[in-house]
């Protein structure tokens, strides 16, 4: 069956650009997850989606930041005039129910390794 | 704030060698803890998971760990791995309805 889809996988932007990366979940899945993952370190939670509202946005960096998922399914995080240091791995997920319950598992997308120049 | 240590950021061992991956977590009241693998450009897979229960969880590909409450710990094992275990592991805690929050990651290789 279809996993996470994340588009597009490799993304260059010069500093000053906007991007927008797309996350498709699971069909289905109720809670979508949006991670930030610099080099060497683990994810780090950006925000949070139970269908298509935002329930948590606290790990944004930055009001340059912006996600949306306006329907309930896919998802969009966009990022306003590049930095440097958004440089990272983006990574979405997804699990069933909603994220209050640690027994739904998240599964996870295969990211959009994003450089910024 | 929940925080999640991995003791170790690179362990390198021999094929069909035993394996242990360190993780340490935060107290909470709720606590559910994960094993992730990330294989190179690719996202995250759940090995196993810890809700409660049994404290030694079996996962997927051999894997197996042991949740120790009084040491705060949750520790991966295998008895013997393969050179396809190459990958870097993630250890995870959710503490309730908090947020799922990840160590910094062990590179495991292993050596023909």
């Known amino acids: 069956g279809a996993g996470v889809s994340q588009s597009p996988r490799y993304k260059v932007a010069k500093r000053g650009q906007d991007v927008a990366l797309r996350c498709d979940p699971i069909s289905g899945h109720v809670s979508l997850f949006w991670y930030q993952q610099a080099l060497g370190q683990g994810p780090e939670f950006l925000t949070y989606?139970?269908?298509?509202?935002?329930l948590d946005k606290s790990g944004l960096p930055s009001d340059r930041f912006f996600a949306e998922r306006p329907e309930g399914s896919v998802s969009t995080l966009k990022i306003q005039r590049t930095q440097q240091e958004d440089s990272a791995v983006y990574l979405c997920?997804?699990?069933?129910?909603?994220w209050g319950r640690g027994t739904d598992t998240q599964y996870f997308g295969p990211g959009t390794r994003l450089t910024v120049l | 704030a929940q925080s999640v240590t991995q003791l170790d950021s690179q362990v390198p061992v021999f094929e069909e060698a035993p394996v242990e991956l360190r993780c340490n977590y935060s107290?909470?009241?709720?606590?559910?803890l994960f094993w992730y693998v990330q294989y190179p450009n690719q996202g995250l897979q759940l090995l196993l998971k810890y809700l409660s229960g049994s404290t030694l969880v079996k996962g997927i590909n051999g894997f197996e760990a042991e949740f120790n409450k009084s040491q705060t710990s949750f520790h991966l094992r295998k008895p013997s791995v393969h050179i396809s275990d190459t990958a870097e592991y993630f250890c995870?805690?959710?503490?309730?309805?908090?947020?799922?929050?990840f160590g910094k990651g062990t590179k495991l290789t292993v050596n023909p």
């Open positions: 995870g805690h959710q503490g309730g309805s908090e947020k799922l929050v």
């Open positions: 997920a997804s699990s069933l129910g909603d």
């Open positions: 989606f139970q269908n298509e509202a935002q």
């Open positions: 107290s909470s009241v709720s606590v559910y």
